[in-house]
């Protein structure tokens, strides 16, 4: 994945399914989509993707803003601010701002806390549609933290659209399917690897069988369990299709999932 202000949805590979997904969520006028995953795993290009998405789909006259610590890439046809700390201009200070400007859609760059969180998911549910990001290993378990964070039930059920997890898992190189060596090339400075792609967890609370009321309270594991019989593609999964496929290795999986990520054999 390279420059986040330069590319579409179409651009980052994800699974046809979950890109229509994003893009009908991206036609609704109010709600929050939330991407997760831990630092380095591409979830700003991700939601910068989307704001792209937004500006070149048919509803382009809609407005947005931005909220970032920092600005990460510059966006034409988006008004882009930023948190300032030292004069206490924090996220949650900064969107009750940016609401007063009423603009269609806001990014607000990071959920880190309870104040932050209630204002984003209180903003989705006025009249704006809200991307954010958020710090969390799973789809479901970013829906947990959300409710540790302070969310309440009713909160998530009214305004959660979605949540997408990812990661990024290094690619092999061509040399390694072209001889037994396993030391690499130059093009790939020897490590066995050239590039990255993007697996990824998409989950969409309201093609859940439960009401959204138990989104803030059953266990992690559990709600990742009833999405996947839901038809949520789990990112472990995309995973083990990965190393099938020869697309990576288990040595990457493991690094990047940990050990419970692909069975052993």
């Known amino acids: 994945i390279g420059s986040g202000s330069y ?16 893009r009908q969520q991206l036609e609704e006028t109010t709600g929050c989509l939330v991407f997760a995953g831990p630092a380095g795993s591409g979830k700003t290009t991700t939601a910068y993707a989307c704001l792209r998405e937004i500006l070149h789909s048919q509803q382009s006259g809609k ?12 966006i034409p ?13 924090t996220y949650a200070l ?11 859609v806001i990014l607000v760059g990071e959920i880190r806390d309870r104040e932050t969180a209630e204002t984003v998911f209180q903003a989705s549910l006025t009249g704006h549609l809200v991307l954010t990001t958020l710090h969390a290993g799973s789809a479901a378990q970013g829906v947990t933290r959300l409710r540790d964070l302070g969310v309440e039930p009713y909160l998530l059920r009214a305004g959660l659209r979605g949540l997408l997890c990812q990661r990024l898992l290094r690619q092999r190189c061509a040399c390694q399917h072209e001889t037994a ?21 998409f989950l969409v609370p309201q093609v859940l ?14 709600l990742q369990r009833r999405a996947a019989e839901s038809g ?34």
């Open 94 to 104: 900064g969107l009750r701002s940016l609401m007063r400007q009423d603009p269609d």
């Open 63 to 74: 407005s947005i803003a931005t909220l970032e610590d920092p600005v990460e890439a510059e």
């Open 77 to 89: 046809g988006i008004s882009q601010s930023q948190v300032h700390r030292p004069a206490d201009f």
């Open 181 to 201: 060596e396993t030391t690499g090339c130059p093009d790939c400075w020897q490590t066995g690897y050239r590039g990255r792609f993007l697996i990824s967890e």
């Open 7 to 22: 590319q579409m949805l179409s651009d980052l590979g994800l699974p046809d399914n979950v890109r229509q997904q994003l």
């Open 232 to 265: 949520m593609v789990l990112m472990r999964q995309s995973a083990a299709d990965a190393v099938a496929a020869d697309r990576t290795t288990p040595a990457e999986v493991i690094r990047v999932l940990g050990s419970g990520a692909i069975p052993l054999n």
């Open 209 to 222: 069988p439960e009401s959204l009321a138990e989104l803030g309270v059953i266990p992690a594991e559990q």
